[in-house]
Structures are given as C-alpha cells and as structure tokens.
C-alpha cells in the first residue's frame, strides 16, 4: 500500500516535470544503481558465483522554497522497497548570526564522508567503521542541525551543533537490553577549509556525538531481582580531512581519511560466583578509521585504495559485546577499485575487490574475505556543481 | 569624550574611502569591473583564466569571497552552473547578484526545452558573448548602471571610466575588424561551441566542433566525421581554448595536417595576457598568423 502510494507520487512528480517549462520546477534527479558481485567466502553460497543484486534506485527533489529557504527530499528504492532517505528544510539566509538551519531526516554531518552520497564516491564499499558505529545506511537521523559560519578571516570556517532523535542507532539484541526510549543524541562539527594554492585544498574537522544509545536491566540473577535499568550512553570523538589536488581540468588526486575513537557504557556481566547479582557498567574505548587515494585522469578514468579499521567484528549482530560494544575484535579491510566515466559524470562503471581481515582475541581462526563487484550507476537529471 | 570624538572621526573617515566590494564570476568581468571602477572597488574573482568556467568546483574559500562583497557579476544564462551553491554559502543577504547577460543579444536560445542529449552545457543559450567586444561595451554599462545604484556620488566617476573604456575599445574594434576582414567568410573548427559570437562579429564560419556536442568529451566517431570535413573542406585552422586537452584537436592535426591554435579566453589565461583587450589581441594576431 505504501509502496502505492510512493510510486503514484513519482508519477506525478515526473509527468509534472516533462510536461511543464516552467523554471520554478524543483530539480529532479535520478539515481540507478546496479550492482554484480562475486565471493568468496568459504561457505557462502554465493562462493565464486556470479550474483546479482536487485537494481537500487534514488530519486532527488529538491529547490529553493522561497529566496531564504530549500527543500529536498531522497526517496530511494532499494530490496524492493520504496524508502524515505532524506527528507528535509534548509534555511540558508536572512537568520541572525547567519545562521543556517536543516530541519527533518538527513545524513549527519559527523566526520565528512558521510553526508556525501555514496552514489557520489569513488569506492564502493561503505567504510566498515561507519557500519559499525553509525548503522547500515551511515549516520541518518531525523532533527534539527544549526550552522555557524566562524569568522576566521579568508579561512572558512564552520560549526555545525545538531540535535536528533537517533533514529539510525540499531536496537541492541540482548536479552536484557531496553529499547532507548526518549532520549536526543547531540553531535557537532567544527570544519576548517584552507586553499593552499590554486590547484589545492584542504579540510579538516573535529565531529563529536554523545547521548543514550541503550538502555539495560543490569539485574541478571539475583534473591530480590530488583529492576536496575541504566541508561547507556556513548561519546564519539572524529577526526576527518580531505585533500584534493588539481594540477588541471583533466586530472584530481583524492586523499581523504577519518577516525573515530568511541567512549562508551557497556553492560558487562561478571563472573558468577559469590558476587552474584549485578552486572556491572563499564567504560570502554575502541576505535574506527578510513583513508582512502583516488586518482582520477582523463577526465574519464580513476582508481584507487581504501584502507578501513574498525572495532568489532564486521557482520556480526549487535549486542552488549559485539561491534561497537567489542573492544577485543576487530575487522580490517582492504578495497582497490578502477573506474570508468564514459560521458562525464553521467554515468560510470566500477570494478572493486575488497578482502576482510578478522582479528580475534582469542586467537580464532577466520580466513579473509574477499568480494568482487561491478557496479553500473546512471545520473539522470541537471548536471550539479561539485561541491569540495 | 575626546576619545569619542577621535572614534567618530575615523569611522567616518573610512567611510569615506569606503569602496564597493565587488566579486566577479570570471576574469574578463574582473577586467571590467577595475576600469569602470578603478580605485572605487575592490574586486576579486572566481573562475581562474586558465580554467573552464563551466566547471568550477564549489569550494569553501569563494564562499568567503561572497561573504564580504556588496556585488556578485555574472555572465548568466547557466555558465555558472556552480554560483548558486556559492551564493548559498556565503550567507550573504545582502549580496546583490547580477547577470551581465541581460542587455545582450542572446544567439543559440533553443526554443525547445533541451535535454541531455543535446550536450551538457548550454541549456539557456550560448553564455560565451564577452569574446565579441561589442558586447564588452555592453557588459561594461552594465556595470557601470550597478556601481552607480550602489554608490551615487561616484556616478560621474563611473561615467568618466567608461566612457574612457569605450574609447579605447572602439578604436580596438576598428583594428581587429580591419585586421580579420583578409578572414570574412573562412571556415574554422572550433573546440567548444564558444565563438558564435566571435565569429558572427568578424565573419567567419564554422565549419564544426571537436566536441560533439557543448561539454561532451571529443570521440573517435566524432572525430572521423571532422576528418572528413576537414579535408572536403579545406579547412586550415582549429581554434580552442588554452584550458582543453588537446589530445583530439592533435590527433585531427596528424591526420588531415590543421593548424591547432590555442587562445585564452579569460583574462590571465595566459602569461601578460593582463586585460580583456591584451586578450582580445592575443586572439585575433594567433588567428591571423595561422590561418
Ligand atoms: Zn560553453
């Protein structure tokens, strides 16, 4: 029924778009994503077999409102399923302080990767840390974001203070685990542009988040098994930047990195014995990390390596001891990717392999992982400006 | 209350030497922006010349260019495909931005509404007017109308600029045209559909692109159709644009034995090329040599 619904508004959407000239029309675009892979890893049914995902589709909407204000909206269609990606407000002007202000659902902008569409990178894979810590789709909440320009002179500068409803934080799977309830997780991000000289440029930022993302009954056995729900809360710290040199039209080196170093309440059940009640809290630290080259030449070719850390071991389900939680396990990765740009950015056919590395605290033994994909991606609609 | 005093006076002191903040989206307005405004503006721009001001990338620094600046000059009609972004980021309510396409006589506008597969680039016609000069002198008013709005008591200063600009462009315009009339009614090749100006103003033709169609990288067919065009028509000259590759335009050189001329079509889009009409010599002597 939903699915319904969905489809009749782009319906409407589009024939509104082909049969009208009128320039007030919000920009449409069109994302598809199709994409063939091979693994193998032992075991897997798919092993060395060509398997074929179910094309992905995005549909961009989005104009000014009026001179001080834009919407956008990204529904997307991915597993048969029609999805409300993005869907938000932006003032852009004419606020005090000048102020911007993004209200709705939309990618977060802690570290900066994850605000850019995936459509929009050079790789395939989403960093495994930003699974990890941020949930599947990436960091993708629905709240209210304040931008601040900082005056720094000819350096631009920006602070970004959000508060949401961490709608993108997975439920954990234990047993004892209570669903979060009402409770707002805040992130901020302080980012500093510099042009270093014409042909290159550099970011750099600071992200941080914190707020509940669990709640548990840390009363496990117990003679008077009295409710003890806490509230478990994480701080995450980020560090990101992103360097782009262009010696012509033609050519872009790409470096971008980000980590993560995540402080967080974990529930930790000791051993039974004479102390035989309470599970304790603990603090624990791990940590993610990406860094990535491209090179992009010819205006039509690029490739490149990704290298990717993360706390936990990726794929697993998440619990009080897994992913985010585990600060014993962890998961490395590395992709390698060739590209393909036939007209411009119009569309674009991509090669990838990644392999998984587990590394397990008590020495078990899991062999690599390796995929290959090919990815075929389309772009249909008014050709945008690239933002750094 | 002295010290109150003192503060007054040089508030309004450097009110006085106040000039009006002015980015410009490409050189060549750059250009004409310091000499209608001279010492009265201070302006900056954003496109390099060496660079395709199709494509800019929408960096963070030229969103503090705009930030501080009165006046944001554009050439319009969808070159700046990027400006907006850059306006939005600026977060500068007070920014005034002006297309200096207005008053221009508009070639290529399709009467249709064009999609993809007619080229990348040129949806509301061909933005690529300054390379004929007469349309300098109009982009020139232009600006001078908009200082003017923004400062009144410098009308006449802005007034005197100009007019002086168009002395000096008019007696330019005597010299090119004489200079290209040995050209009137030869065939060129051009990169990208940027001269239909140029060439309406001094009567020559083309003959075809290297680009099949604007902002659409050059192909082996496309090319194979040029060779034949070359050749039937003996044609002796591809002129393009400093900032393009020119892997395709050399490849038709070894094949049909062209000339492949490469100008700059911005202001410091070469080594002291430092003004639209250094630019504009450029221009006409490299054609004028190889053809
Ligand atoms: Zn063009």
């Known amino acids: 029924m939903k699915n319904k619904f969905l489809f009749i508004v782009l319906t409407v959407i589009s024939i509104g778009n082909i049969y009208s000239q009128s320039s007030i029309n919000p920009d449409i675009s069109l994302i598809g994503t199709f994409n063939t892979y091979t693994n193998f890893i032992k075991g897997s049914p798919g092993y060395g077999k060509l398997n074929f995902d179910i094309p992905e589709m995005e549909l961009f909407v989005d104009g000014y409102l009026n001179p001080y204000a834009r919407a956008s909206a990204n529904i997307s269609y991915e ?92 439920p954990m799977s234990d047993s004892y685990a209570i669903d979060r309830g009402v409770n707002p997780i805040f992130v ?29 009954n840390l009363v496990v056995f117990g003679i008077f098994n009295q409710e003890n729900v806490q509230a478990l ?32 309440d974990v529930p930790r059940i ?9 599970a304790s809290v603990q603090k624990i630290n791990n940590a993610g990390a990406f860094i990535y080259a491209d090179y992009k030449f010819e205006k039509q070719f690029s490739f490149g390596i990704k290298y990717d850390y993360t706390a936990g071991i990726f794929g697993s389900a998440p619990t009080f001891l897994s992913l ?27 090669l990838g392999i990644q392999n998984l590395m587990y590394h397990y605290a008590d020495g078990t033994n899991r062999n690599n992982e390796t995929t290959i994909k090919l990815q075929f991606l389309f772009s249909l609609g008014p050709h945008k400006a690239h933002p750094f | 209350m002295k010290k109150i005093f003192f503060a007054l006076l040089l508030i309004s002191a450097s009110l006085s030497f106040a000039n009006i903040k002015v980015v410009a989206s ?27 001001p199709h494509f800019v990338e929408v960096l963070p620094s030229y969103m503090v260019k705009l930030r501080n600046a009165d006046i944001f000059f554009r050439i319009g009609m969808g070159l700046e495909m990027w400006s907006n972004q850059l306006i939005d980021g600026s977060r500068n309510s007070h920014l005034k931005t002006i297309d200096l396409a207005t008053d221009i006589d508009k070639k290529e506008v399709p009467n249709f509404k064009p999609d993809a597969s007619y080229g990348d680039v040129h949806p509301f016609g061909n933005p690529h007017y300054w390379l004929d000069p007469q349309n300098a002198k109009i982009m020139a008013k232009e600006i001078y109308e908009a200082l003017s709005a923004e400062s009144n008591q410098d009308e006449a200063y802005f007034k005197k600029n100009l007019d002086d ?13 004489n200079k290209m009339s040995s050209l009137k009614g030869k065939s060129f090749i051009f990169f990208h559909a940027s001269w239909i100006y140029f060439a309406d103003r001094f009567g020559i033709k083309t003959a075809g692109f290297v680009e099949p169609k604007p902002g659409i990288a050059p192909s082996p067919s496309h090319n194979a159709e040029l060779v034949g065009i070359i050749k ?38 070469m080594k002291n090329i430092n003004s639209y009409i250094e630019m504009m010599d450029n221009i006409i002597n490299q054609i004028i040599q190889n053809s």
């Open chain 2, 26 to 52: 490409t050189t060549v307005i750059y250009d004409l922006v310091k000499e209608i405004g001279k010492d009265k503006v201070s302006v900056d721009f954003i496109a390099r010349g060496d660079q395709d």
């Open chain 1, 324 to 350: 985010a939680n585990d600060d014993k396990n962890s998961t490395q990765g590395i992709e390698a990717w060739f590209s393909y740009y036939p007209v411009e950015e119009t569309s674009v056919v991509r």
């Open chain 2, 232 to 269: 039937s028509k003996g044609i002796k000259t591809i002129l393009m644009e400093n900032f393009y590759s020119d892997s395709a335009p050399n490849q038709l050189s070894q094949l049909t034995g062209i000339k492949v001329v490469k100008v700059p079509t911005a202001v410091f889009g």
């Open chain 1, 270 to 278: 000791p051993v039974m014995g004479i102390d035989y009640t309470l």
């Open chain 1, 79 to 170: 597993n048969n399923e029609f999805g409300v990606e993005e869907l938000y407000g932006d003032i852009v002007r004419g606020l005090p302080l000048d102020i911007q202000i993004k209200a709705g659902k939309f990618l977060v902008g802690f570290g900066k990767l994850n605000t850019v569409h995936p459509h929009a990178w050079p790789f395939l894979e989403r960093p495994l840390f930003h699974q990890v810590f941020f949930g599947e789709g990436g960091f993708n909440d629905v709240g209210v974001n304040f931008s601040f320009i900082i005056p720094t002179g000819d350096v631009f500068t920006n602070l970004d203070l959000g508060v949401f409803k961490g709608a993108s934080i997975i």
């Open chain 2, 165 to 177: 600009f168009n002395y000096r462009i008019d007696k330019k315009i005597n010299e090119w045209t």
């Open chain 1, 233 to 264: 809360n994480h701080f995450y710290s980020g560090l990101d930047f992103k360097f782009k040199y262009s010696p012509t039209a033609y050519s872009v080196l790409t470096i971008q990195g980000e980590g993560l170093l995540n402080n967080r």
């Open chain 1, 188 to 216: 901020g991000r302080l980012g500093t542009f510099w042009s270093l000289d014409d042909y290159t440029n550099l970011e750099v930022g600071l992200s941080g988040s914190y707020g509940c993302y669990s709640k548990a």
